[in-house]
């Protein structure tokens, strides 16, 4: 289980909430999902571990790029620049956090070609060493391009020099620059490479993690990802009621394996149920949620006109 710190209502203390894996909300436009994913991202308490991945951002993406130390890589592209840690709304953000365009695709291929330089040279000075035979290492472009791989089969990353190709698969004649990519090709890179930058059991906020993708692949991505980084804790923020079910589903177990509410002997509803409809950004979904001994378990905290999706459970409306 891990710890999120969320806002309390006006006037009253933060929150802790414990969860096991990841936590999705859903609300209108407007509503405030933005606004949250920036406060959770700047809180005290949190804030050397959350990496905020915002739905306004570049895509960008350079045909080359020359590598640099791999510390000051990694800086720039969590912090918005290489010396300071502990402004992130400042440099990452332009003082904007909510509301400013993330431009650092640049910095992420950066960051990618450095961590392969870096594990390329110390398997080289390692190999000099013996004579024993070592394994290559597994770098994070080589993790990138397997996951990228996997939810487009279709297609392959051919990645060679400081630069990156895209190939139609058995057709080693159709090849084009990355900047040549499709919105959806390139946004699976950046989302994929940015999560394996995130820190060490850190919490990784997603703000409109369906855009630019093809409902088809959005459940593998993120089961793909959210493999790859089982040490953190992930934080959908979504105004998507299809992303919202198809993310529950394939993610949590519990929602597959859910069963009507049974009334005990003093009447009181205990366990999971469905058929329940809700009403979330003008349209009806049907929705599971949790009742233990008759009270449905909500958190009033959260912002007004959220809709909450826990650890497998769809919780009513807020």
Known sequence: MRNLVLPGKAG??????????????IGDNGSGKSRLGTWIELEKKQEAKVHRISAQKSLDMPDSTTPMSIEIAERNLLFGSPEREDLVAHYRWNKRPATSLLNDYEKLMVYLFSDETEENAKFKAACVQTTVRIEPPRTKLDTVKKVWEAVLPHRELVIGGLRIETRVSNDPQAVYKSSEMSDGERVIFYLIGQCLAAPHDGIIIIDEP?????KSVQPKLWSE????????LFVYLTHDVDFAAANACSTFDAVKNATQAVI????????LFGDMIVNVGGTNVTVRGAVINGVVRISTF???RFFLVANG???HEI
């Open 12 to 25: 009253e203390p933060t929150q802790t909430i414990k969860v096991e894996k990841s936590i999705l909300f």
């Open 210 to 214: 369906e855009l630019h993708l093809h």
């Open 225 to 232: 990802i959210e493999k790859l980084r089982t040490d953190c």
């Open 264 to 271: 005990d002997a003093t009447g009181q509803a205990t366990g």
């Open 302 to 304: 959260f912002i007004p």
């Open 313 to 315: 459970i769809y919780l």
